[in-house]
């Protein structure tokens, strides 16, 4: 059974860091392309970043550039999002979303996603 389960979350201060992490399991993600998007009361879901895992190229969304880097490790099937930086706005249930990818580019964060995992929480407060 294909499954993502995303981990990492919790309560952070403004400033403060997360790494998250999205793990695959009853497949391999190195023919998959995996996004991290993220959803905060009342908003619609948004793209934070994405991966090609064949490729290792990536995207980010403008609100996060500089303060997000997104990372594949094939030997434990696993994509990291590591934050920095974090700012209440922040705020949101992060979730991971693969699809099938061969390209060396990532894939936007506006395409179709095939898996999800459940999300973890992500609250940035003083």
């Known amino acids: 059974q294909l499954q993502v389960v995303e981990s990492g979350g919790g309560l952070v201060q403004p400033g403060g860091s997360l790494r998250l992490s999205c793990a695959a399991s009853g497949f391999s993600l190195e023919y998959y392309g995996i996004g991290w998007f993220r959803q905060a009361p009342g908003k619609e879901r948004e793209g934070v970043s994405s991966i090609s895992s064949r490729g290792g190229r990536t995207k980010y969304a403008d609100s996060v550039k500089g303060r997000i880097t997104i990372s594949s490790d094939r030997a434990k099937n696993t994509v990291s999002l590591q934050m920095n930086s974090l700012q209440p706005e922040d705020t949101g249930v992060y979730y991971c979303?693969?699809?099938?990818?061969?390209?060396?580019?990532?894939?936007?964060?506006?395409?179709?996603?095939?898996?999800w995992g459940q999300g973890t929480q992500v609250t940035v407060s003083s």
């Open positions: 979303g693969v699809r099938p990818w061969v390209l060396p580019d990532a894939p936007d964060l506006s395409d179709e996603y095939d898996y």
